[in-house]
């Protein structure tokens, strides 16, 4: 699938900042086998005094920006065309829990890739024993690592109600538990926490969704959104592969990343500091459009 992405971040400060200093991560990535960004510009309203970009420790792009004058808002604005290939469903060719225990202890590498990064406690999940248990009682309905997961994926998209009220950005994984509800953040970090707690390593995936309206409706401007799912390590043979807790699925074709991390901390979309007073007040618009 062929898509033109655009977003659009709109921060309205109560009284005007300067000095800031923001990390962002809103460009997708191009990824062997899966996913091509033919095309990206990243712009910002004002202009930053400074900008540059690095490749982060897990792969993903960064651009920074500061600034040193006084300004009372700040656009960030992303468009891309990106590629995206069809997933193939292969055969599971996971190993079992104990199985995926014996692989990891051969596993000497520590690099961006390595599952040993996704299997311990992280900066915004924590090790939970309640979702520990949750998580155990998919271990024991299946398996193989992939069954549990997939198995744990569409546990959470049916005992958990999807609500853009009951959480906020900082809201943990135990806290969501509790709530039996959110959105896709609190999700992921969830399914993370549950999978980590029985030994099965799992990531957070940032990236946009291609939303379709009902069948008579037409598509809005803006409505679709910034989504998060989780990445799964399934053992030496399947590797990799990713699954969507809020949508009950495995992330597809229309599931276009940004980046990977531990949690949302290591991909959030824009973090930094400043110098003001009062708060601030935040707006996002996204376009994920086929070009096909």
Request: charged share 25%.
């Amino acid at each position: 699938m062929l898509y033109d992405v655009r977003l659009e971040l709109h921060y309205d400060y109560e009284a005007s900042v300067h000095g800031d200093r923001h990390l962002v991560r809103v460009v997708p990535a191009s990824l062997p086998a899966s996913q091509r960004v033919i095309a990206a510009g990243l712009t910002f309203d004002p202009r930053p005094e400074l900008e540059t970009s690095f490749t982060d420790f897990f792969g993903n792009t960064v651009t920074t920006i500061s600034y040193e004058g006084y300004h009372d808002h700040l656009d960030v604005r992303l468009t891309a065309r990106v590629q995206v290939d069809e997933r193939d469903q292969t055969a599971d060719l996971s190993p079992t829990l104990d199985g995926m225990r014996q692989e990891l202890a051969r596993i000497w590498s520590v690099d961006a890739d390595s599952p040993h990064h996704f299997l311990a406690a992280s900066p915004r999940v924590a090790l939970d024993p309640k979702i520990t248990e949750y998580a155990r009682q998919s271990a024991a309905r299946t398996l193989s690592v992939q069954a549990t997961a997939m198995d744990l994926c569409l546990a959470i998209n049916r005992d958990f109600a999807y609500d853009t009220d009951a959480t906020k950005v900082d809201t943990t994984p135990s806290e969501a538990f509790e709530l039996k509800g959110g959105v896709c953040q609190d999700f992921a970090h969830v399914m993370i926490a549950g999978l980590r707690g029985i030994g099965i390593p799992a990531g957070y995936v940032s990236g946009f969704l291609r939303t379709i309206p009902p069948k008579g409706k037409e598509r809005l401007a803006g409505a679709d959104a910034m989504h998060a799912w989780v990445r799964v390590w399934c053992g030496k043979h399947a590797g990799w592969l990713e699954f969507d807790p809020t949508n009950a699925m495995v992330a597809g074709a229309d599931h276009i990343v940004i980046g990977h991390g531990r949690d949302y901390s290591d991909i959030s979309p824009i973090v930094g500091v400043l110098r003001t007073s009062g708060q601030h007040h935040t707006k996002q618009s996204v376009d994920v459009i086929s070009v096909d």
